[in-house]
């Protein structure tokens, strides 16, 4: 309540703020070099293929009104906009899934009403827009950020659950209608006999399922056994893309007896033709929407502005989580402002606006993590390679270490540099040997190791950003590119993106807590502690069996609430409605049936996990003898990469785990001490 009654406070703190480092954000990513090219070409990647996406949705639920030439339009507009004054440039912007469901119900309001149609549709949305958009600053100006706590893990995981079913439905309707004629076309035409349709159909089958499984295991490549770390980390961060290259190459390898519609292919107007052009100039059909329809958007509109506020506030968190140990402060009320102008430039612009998204804000976080790690490692190995040389005891390699890091970590000083390097201090002061306490019957083993900055390094670096805006800038530009790019991306078939859309549904699922209490009811108690085997999240060994079932049809019967009202035809624009409830809900109802401590374990802010019970010894392949003392030692046979680390640390969603260890010795024989009372 204080800061209501001091408009502006969050606006004016967060401006001097990131005005203090608004130099250094352009300086550090253009020191950064060539090096700085790999984490935008991939941020770039994972933001462009959802855009174009969610184009083609978009066309299909206006009728060809809007299409990808608009979403990439709107995300690279939005995106030079936030990287140039936005506050948190670690922020991604872009058209995102509940912005497509919300023009679309726009879209099918606006059809029904005589005084709009379609001709006055994107001139109605540029007054919701308009509306959104003084909300928003409302919102900036009273400070409404320093509320987003309350937005707990409940209610930002059950939105996320949403847009997975509504990717997954995306994905089965666009495959339906691959098996249909489309709408508004001549069914009589000789590529609409059945033959041909049910042609199309299969082959949309194969592509679909083609792109959905290729992605897939591309996304998991660092893991494979085969390959160096570098090549496993391409296909990893770029197999996506690749894959859609692939399956769009195959499309054309089908006999030349097929008609040219076969199969279906992306659908836009280029950005030059007169379809795409109108769009440009619907401010000045502002006017001529009738009075009544320009108060009713007021209803929409609180509706968009709740949505993007909180949509926009998550992903901002989830970029500048605390494990990334950013330096530089956040600008949570400055950039909802920013937010505002760029929702009142897309409606002035007739393009559905751009606000931040998920994953890719977490993920451009990570990317720069990966490049940060790397120049401190290389720095830092030139600097300990070079004390070696010249028979440096310990000591002086770590204080010339440390050094090396406070220089390149310029709000660091050697106290809290100590801090921070206490890990790879304790290696340096022990010779580099990290298996002091495995046994070996080899007179060597008690010996400490020389030592070796390649391979003791890379394990005791502390996490560390490359904070800059050069990359945002750039990714935003090449998605820019990408409308220029149109005759190519036509050549897509729609049917890639069907199985894309399916692509990031089951990606999203890996790390959502809730779906993994959903799996956990599908277990039979006697064979839960399968699951303690593995990396478990904290809550499976704190709370009750029971609690966890409670808490989890709770959130299933809500979500089932949530998608019903997507269907209703037009209160279906509500759908927002429910997550400002479930804040209540959470606040004033649910303590009421769970304890605090349970309750706090399952809605924590922190993805908190618990590693699986210890591994046995490995034996050599080769000779079957103990190899324990080369792997707690960090073999140099054993290849890990800065992105290997990274995303064990991270989940799919981007958030950073939290790993604990057990608080209870019987942790392998049961799941909670209720489950021994459970038959």
Wanted: charge should be positive; glycine fraction near 6%; aromatic fraction near 12%.
């Amino acid at each position: 309540m204080d800061l209501l009654r001091k408009p502006c406070k969050g606006i004016v703190k967060d401006v001097k703020g990131r005005l203090s480092c608004y130099r250094e954000d352009w300086c550090g990513g253009f020191l950064s070099g060539f090096r700085i090219l790999a984490p935008t070409m991939y941020i770039f990647f994972a933001s462009a293929l959802p855009v174009i996406a969610f184009g083609e949705q978009l066309s299909k639920e206006t009728d060809g009104t809007l299409s990808t030439v608009e979403t990439l339009a709107s995300t690279a507009i939005c995106g030079v906009i936030h990287s140039i004054i936005g506050g948190q440039p670690m922020l991604i912007v872009g058209v995102a899934e509940p912005t497509v469901i919300m023009y679309s119900y726009l879209y099918s309001f606006a059809k029904g009403q005589e005084s709009l149609g379609r001709r006055l549709y994107l001139a109605w949305a540029g007054w919701v827009c308009i509306w959104t958009a003084l909300m928003l600053f409302l919102l900036a100006i009273l400070n409404a950020s320093s509320v987003i706590s309350r937005f707990t893990r409940i209610a930002g995981e059950l939105f996320g659950m949403l847009i997975t079913v509504l990717f997954f439905q995306q994905a089965i309707k666009g495959m339906v209608s691959e098996f249909n004629v489309p709408k508004g076309q001549d069914g009589s035409l000789p590529l609409y006999q059945f033959h041909w349709i049910y042609t199309n159909g299969l082959l949309g089958v194969i592509f679909a399922f083609g792109l959905l499984f290729t992605s897939l295991k591309s996304r998991r490549a660092r893991s494979w056994r085969y390959g160096t770390g570098w090549l496993r980390s391409f296909v990893a961060d770029y197999g996506v893309p690749l894959m859609v290259v692939v399956w769009t190459g195959l499309s054309y390898a089908i006999p030349n007896k097929v008609p040219a519609g076969v199969p279906r292919r992306l659908f836009s107007p280029l950005p030059w033709e007169s379809s795409s052009l109108q769009h440009w100039t619907v401010s000045k059909d502002l006017l001529s929407v009738p009075p009544a329809y320009i108060f009713a958007a007021i209803i929409p509109a609180i509706m968009v502005a709740g949505l993007y506020f909180f949509d926009h506030s998550v992903a901002s968190q989830m970029a500048q989580q605390k494990e990334f140990n950013l330096k530089n402060p956040s600008a949570y009320h400055y950039d909802i402002l920013v937010l505002g102008f760029m929702v009142l430039i897309c409606g002035f612009l007739g393009i559905p606006p751009s606000n931040g998204v998920l994953p890719q804000s977490p993920m451009h976080t990570k990317s720069l993590a990966v490049l940060k790690r790397q120049l401190l490692r290389k720095k830092m190995v030139e600097s300990a390679k070079d004390c070696i040389k010249k028979c440096a005891s310990n000591e002086e390699i770590y204080g010339k270490m440390q050094e090396v890091f406070i220089k390149m970590e310029s709000d660091q000083n050697p106290t809290s540099a100590s801090r921070e390097l206490r890990s790879l201090k304790d290696a340096i002061m022990r010779g580099g040997d990290r298996s002091s306490g495995s046994s070996s019957n080899s007179d060597d083993s008690t010996k400490p190791q020389p030592f070796d900055p390649e391979k003791h390094i890379e394990a005791h670096l502390p996490v560390r950003v490359n904070e800059q805006r050069v990359s945002n800038l750039a990714q935003s530009l090449l998605v820019g590119a990408c409308i220029g790019a149109m005759p190519v991306i036509k050549k897509i078939p729609t049917s890639v993106l069907w199985g894309y859309f399916a692509y990031m549904a089951i990606d999203s699922l890996p790390g959502n807590q809730f779906w993994e209490r959903i799996l956990l009811l599908f277990i039979t108690p006697r064979r839960r502690f399968k699951v303690l085997e593995g990396d478990h999240a904290s809550f499976v060994e704190s709370v009750p069996f029971r609690q966890i079932a409670t808490f989890t049809i709770f959130q299933l019967v809500y979500l089932i609430l949530c998608f019903g009202v997507t269907w209703i035809p037009i209160a279906g624009i509500l759908f927002p409605l429910p997550f400002f409830v479930l804040v209540a809900l959470r606040q004033h109802i649910l303590p009421k049936f769970f304890q605090p401590n349970h309750l706090y374990e399952l809605d924590a802010a922190e993805y908190e996990e618990i590693p699986g019970m210890p591994h046995h010894r490995r034996l050599s392949l080769a000779e079957g003898r103990n190899t324990s003392e080369e792997v707690s030692s960090g073999s140099r046979d054993e290849e890990v990469c800065d992105s290997e680390i990274l995303d064990e640390m991270t989940t799919s969603r981007g958030e950073l785990k939290v790993r604990t260890v057990s608080f209870k010795e019987d942790r392998l024989i049961q799941v909670h001490p209720d489950a021994r009372n459970m038959p």
